[in-house]
């Protein structure tokens, strides 16, 4: 536990977000949360002020200097040449894990499933969201999906961390794994791995399929406890989860990183209901109760978490929560956290009272050796629109052009991951964007230089290729994966 007092960077926001803040400091302050407020303006402002990523400048300095990070929603003005904040400090303070954990507080947030306790685990930084992407040909694009080794070992562990000091019993590694064998393979990997460590002797784990993943979420989510997966699964599972769970109004989330951690709510800053002491502060609380965890402050956290309980449980209710039949009170935004202030030290007795782990969850990775790395060969992407699209007619002439050098044959040709060439079927549809793959004429390695003589040798023929990429071994496994039928 940390007795000492911690420096929290506080952004209040737009629209309805000055309000909730206002609650949730009142009731940290009320709590006796060990920690100093340093405030900070984002959002609309600055982005209309010119700052391009809604941040200004002498507020990057205190974002920096503090480990914890409480924001309040922000509005994203309408209109082109805005960066998206969240995603600007996400990057730049290397926040590798959202966690939004998922419950139901059945009955007083209607749902089918009154059991649902599950945290989702989502790594932040890589795979699609690099927002790498090409248009190649006339007819096709591209979008790079990075995964790389430290990332997913800092993920998996977190996830497997998070399990150990909150007492969960089991963690589900979501992938795709059977198609894209080199990415979501080494996901996989890593969490297979991370996860025989003798450290999670006592934790359950699995791996599953994304997309029958996904159907659990929605169809089994009590089965599930944590959840840890890519970027963009992680998006999609946590939005399914949260509308499984009917209670996205009430989350908040983390974005921890290995110094800086950011936390929010889940909702954004709902302008409709901006002012109007209507707004429910939940959200943002929870996210501060994680921050208090994060932080070692376990015990406050407590105090909070439980007193929150118990004023949902007496029927004090914000307006978006207010039912007759389940509600005593409607409360303003400053009423219920008048009334969550009164209740610390309450327990909850309806729903199960808290419990956090009390220490800051720590991941470290492990240094691995590198791997011996040989260059075996290229994939030449063409953009191709001659004899009528007809492979049989491109794989001979791209023979004929290697044959001359002598150093590369042709081993096959694919089109959008369909292997076309050698043999293919007629039926395949072909658009204008052609993977032509060779190797070595002899087998073994080549080098770079010779890829750069292929290549002219290739332009030279007049076809016109788009990029290249290498085909590596690494300590002799293969680095890549097959055409589909190679
Ligand atoms: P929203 O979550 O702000 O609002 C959706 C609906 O939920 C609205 O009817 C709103 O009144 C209600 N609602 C949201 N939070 C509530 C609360 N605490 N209490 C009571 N009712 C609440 O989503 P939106 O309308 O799509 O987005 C509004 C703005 O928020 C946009 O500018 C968007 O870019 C931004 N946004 C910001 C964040 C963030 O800062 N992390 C996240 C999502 C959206």
Same mark, same amino acid.
């Given at each position: 536990m940390s007795s000492e007092l911690q420096r929290v960077t506080v952004a209040h926001g737009d629209g309805i977000g000055p309000e909730i803040m206002e609650a949730t400091l009142r009731i940290l302050r009320a709590a006796k949360a060990r920690l100093v407020y340093d405030e900070v303006e984002i959002g609309e402002k600055a982005y209309l002020e010119g700052h391009s990523t809604g941040i200004r400048p002498e507020s990057w300095d205190i974002i920096r200097r503090n480990e914890l990070f409480l924001k309040a929603p922000i509005t994203t003005p309408?209109?082109?040449?805005?960066?998206?904040?969240?995603?600007?400090?996400?990057?730049?303070?290397?926040?590798?894990?959202?966690?939004?954990?998922?419950?139901?507080?059945?009955?007083?947030?209607?749902?089918?499933?009154?059991?649902?306790d599950m945290v989702i685990v989502r790594e932040n930084e890589e795979d699609l969201y690099a927002g790498i992407e090409y248009q190649q040909t006339d007819e096709v694009t591209q979008a790079l999906k990075l995964v790389s080794r430290p990332g997913c070992e800092a993920i998996c562990k977190y996830a497997l961390e998070y399990a150990r000091a909150y007492g969960r019993k089991k963690v589900t590694c979501l992938t795709k794994s059977n198609i894209m064998k080199v990415s979501d393979g080494l996901f996989q990997r890593v969490f297979e791995e991370v996860a025989a460590e003798k450290r999670y002797a006592g934790i359950d784990t699995e791996h599953r399929i994304i997309d029958i993943g996904a159907a659990l979420v929605a169809a089994r989510p009590e089965d599930l406890d944590v959840v840890v997966t890519l970027n963009l699964y992680g998006d999609i599972v946590s939005d399914i989860a949260a509308l499984v769970a009917g209670s996205v109004g009430l989350a908040g989330s983390a974005n921890i990183g290995f110094n800086a951690a950011m936390f929010e709510a889940v909702h954004g800053s709902a302008p409709d209901i901006a002012g109007k002491d209507i707004a429910n502060p939940s959200g943002l609380?929870?996210?501060?109760?994680?921050?208090?965890?994060?932080?070692?402050?376990?015990?406050v956290a407590l105090t909070i978490r439980n007193a929150w309980l118990r004023t949902l449980e007496e029927g004090l209710h914000t307006a978006d929560l207010y039912r007759?039949?389940?509600?005593? *009170?409607? $409360?303003? =935004?400053?009423?219920?956290?008048?009334?969550?202030?009164?209740?610390?030290g309450d327990m909850p007795r309806n729903f199960r009272a808290a419990s956090f782990a009390n220490h800051k969850i720590q991941v470290e990775l492990t240094p691995h050796p590198r791997k011996k790395k040989e260059l075996i060969g290229v994939d030449v992407f063409l953009d191709w629109d001659g004899d009528g699209r007809d492979p049989a007619k491109l794989g001979p002439a791209l023979e004929d052009v290697v044959a001359k050098a002598g150093e590369f044959s042709l081993k096959m040709i694919s089109n959008r991951g369909m292997l076309v060439y050698p043999g293919g079927l007629k039926e395949t549809f072909c658009t204008d964007h052609w993977r032509c793959r060779f190797y070595a004429a002899g087998g073994g390695g080549v080098t770079p230089q010779q890829i750069v003589s292929l290549l002219a040798?290739?332009?030279?023929?007049?076809?016109?290729?788009?990029?290249? *990429?290498? $085909?590596? =071994?690494f300590d002799g496994e293969r680095g890549y994966s097959l055409g589909q039928g190679e």
């Open positions: 309408l209109g082109g040449g805005y960066k998206s904040l969240n995603v600007t400090l996400r990057k730049s303070l290397r926040l590798y894990a959202n966690v939004r954990p998922c419950r139901a507080y059945y009955p007083y947030v209607p749902t089918n499933f009154p059991h649902i609380l929870q996210a501060a109760v994680m921050m208090l965890v994060h932080a070692g402050q376990g015990d007759e039949m389940v509600s005593r *009170e409607r $409360l303003g =935004t400053r009423a219920f956290a008048d009334a969550v202030i009164e209740r610390l040798a290739i332009t030279d023929a007049g076809y016109a290729f788009i990029k290249t *990429e290498n $085909l590596y =071994t």
